[in-house]
């Protein structure tokens, strides 16, 4: 049979060869699946049933099914790797662990025409889609979109929708940076006035670095019970959820809720301008203690591996004018003020590391003092950051802002909304080859950041990460020898017909519509 051309999937499987005939996927249609693969199975049932087929979950060997999902040896090796094998009576997807069957029923999703991913029966009866042999395994085990929802708050419904986006496009972590000078947004039931006060803001005019505001109050948090319905979302695709809490830095919210924890004692308000707070966390045991406390919450709420800690741009400005914060950095035997970073960092890796977690921080986590060589480093500055970390024997997400920013702009066409200077187009991304340097640490993986200063809404998120996000799905999932940055730009007019079907308000590849 002659080799047909790619199909338009993003990120580009391993092997794909198309065989003869076609997979109805009709009334008739059953899922088989036992055991792990049972809830990638009900994941399926719901893809299905937004187009209005309604297929039942029944036991593999149940003789109705004739979509089988099977937990056996792991496919190409690896733990997300699986096997999709569809022929006119029969589709099987194989995998060794759950998430393999996840990343495999997502394949699945895009074989199907565009509009079987509404949520309507497809107008010209029910889908179905080329016999095909695909082979899968990705390329990065951390393969991540952020989304910073402390500069604005956005809603559970939204949140949902990004994790199912990422769930399309074989991403498997979503970080979610909660906690920022202007704004904090979990809630913490021991410290009330942290979501009382500090998740409330005179709202901000969208436009550069201006003290100008317009009155509208912003804010919002998420209770225990929405981060339970987050993170049990994501565990239904397997998606891990990466909570951040930062710290020491990028903390006026906090400090406007309980003045106490701040350097000078003095009442401030949430900020309610861009950049960074040099409002910063005193490095008492109170201010210690207080992260103790939100580090319990935030290790409950969410399940996974990892806690990111934040780290960032935490100026030390407020310690060096402390003559209490010299105190302390002497009592400790520090050599000078700026360590008290990671003194305090450290403290906390302890917690969560008595916990069987990990620590994640930004970059400036491995400065004046480092930390623990088993904590993960997010390398967003210059591209010398990656390797330094892992020389000191980090492993690393590659998460370069020239590269993974998608709040920069995507031309330099007048009529792009207003963005972070930078730009980033989706070729930039799509060329990206992530290299971390030398070991002894490993390169973990890579991910692409949402912040949202500029970013006010749901659909000003949407216009920001996509496509650009659907390149840097390549680059994290497809291996280097099968990526090719011309054959994701071509096949991206097509996949974008699946956003279309999901309602993502998505940059037109041609600019923004005028207006
Ligand atoms: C830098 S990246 C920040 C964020 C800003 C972002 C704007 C990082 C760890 N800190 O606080 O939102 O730039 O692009």
């Given amino acids: 049979m002659s080799r047909m051309p790619d199909p338009d999937l993003i990120p580009l499987p391993l092997v794909h060869e198309r065989r003869a005939g076609t997979f109805a996927v009709d009334t008739g249609t059953a899922i088989g699946a036992d055991g792990d693969a049972r809830p990638a199975a009900w994941v399926l049932h719901d893809v299905l049933a937004g187009a209005g087929v309604r297929a039942p979950v029944v036991p593999a060997a149940d003789p109705s099914a004739s979509i089988v999902l099977r937990v056996g040896e792991p496919v190409r090796d690896h733990p997300e790797g699986y096997r999709l094998t569809v022929t006119p009576e029969r589709t099987v997807l194989d995998g060794g662990t ?3 069957l996840a990343r495999a029923v997502q394949t699945f999703r895009q074989l199907l025409p565009p509009a079987a991913l509404r949520r309507a029966p497809v107008a010209d009866g029910p889908p179905a889609i080329e016999c095909c042999h695909i082979e899968d395994a990705p390329r990065f085990d951390w393969r991540g979109v952020h989304l910073d929802v402390a500069r604005h708050f956005m809603p559970v419904s939204f949140v949902l929708k990004l ?3 990422a769930a399309l496009h074989r991403l498997n972590v ?9 704004g904090w947004r979990l809630e913490v039931p021991s410290r009330p006035r942290l979501t009382e006060v500090g998740a409330w803001r005179t709202e901000t005019v969208v436009g550069k670095e201006t003290d100008a505001f ?9 209770t225990l019970d929405d981060l339970r319905e987050i993170v049990t979302y994501a565990a239904q695709r397997s998606i891990t959820v990466v909570p951040e809490i930062d710290l020491p830095g990028h903390v006026q919210a906090v400090v406007a809720a309980y003045p106490e924890l701040g350097n000078t004692g003095r009442p401030i308000e949430v900020r309610r301008t861009w950049g960074i707070s040099p409002h910063v966390l005193a490095p008492t045991d109170e201010a210690l203690a207080f992260a103790r406390e939100v580090l319990g919450t935030v290790l409950d709420a969410f399940p996974g591996p990892w806690v990111h800690l934040g780290g960032d741009e935490c100026p030390r400005t407020e310690w060096r ?5 010299a105190t302390r950095a002497a009592q400790l035997g520090l050599g000078s003020v700026d360590e008290l970073q990671s003194w305090f960092l450290r403290a906390l890796h302890a917690d969560v590391t008595a916990a069987g977690r990990r620590v994640v921080g930004w970059d400036e986590v491995i400065d004046d003092g480092g930390m623990p060589a088993d904590t993960v480093v997010m390398a967003w500055q210059d591209g010398a950051r990656g390797p330094a970390a892992t020389a000191a024997g980090h492993d690393v997400v590659m998460s370069p ?4 920013y998608y709040d920069h702009y995507q031309s330099d066409g007048a009529d792009e909304p207003l963005a972070i200077g930078g730009l980033t187009t989706v070729e930039d991304v799509a060329a990206w080859e992530p290299a971390a340097g030398a070991g002894p ?7 692409g950041q949402l912040w949202t200063e500029y970013l006010p809404t749901p659909a000003a998120v949407e216009y920001a990460a996509f496509p650009r996000l659907n390149a840097l799905a390549e680059v994290a999932w497809t291996a280097p020898a099968r990526r090719d940055a011309a054959g994701l730009l071509r096949r991206l007019p097509e996949h974008l017909r699946r956003l279309d079907a999901l309602d993502v308000g998505y940059r037109p590849l041609d600019g923004p519509l005028p207006g």
Avoid: F, K, M, N
Wanted: without cysteine; hydrophobic residues 30%; aromatic residues 4%.
């Fill in 163 to 165: 994790i199912d986006l």
């Fill in 174 to 182: 979503v970080h979610l940076h909660l906690t920022d000078d202007q």
């Fill in 321 to 325: 004018e402390s003559p209490a914060a």
């Fill in 401 to 404: 802002q020239q590269v993974t």
């Fill in 441 to 447: 640490g490993r390169l973990l993986g890579v991910q």
């Fill in 98 to 100: 759950g998430p393999a």
């Fill in 214 to 222: 317009d009155g509208t109050p912003h804010g919002g948090y998420y």
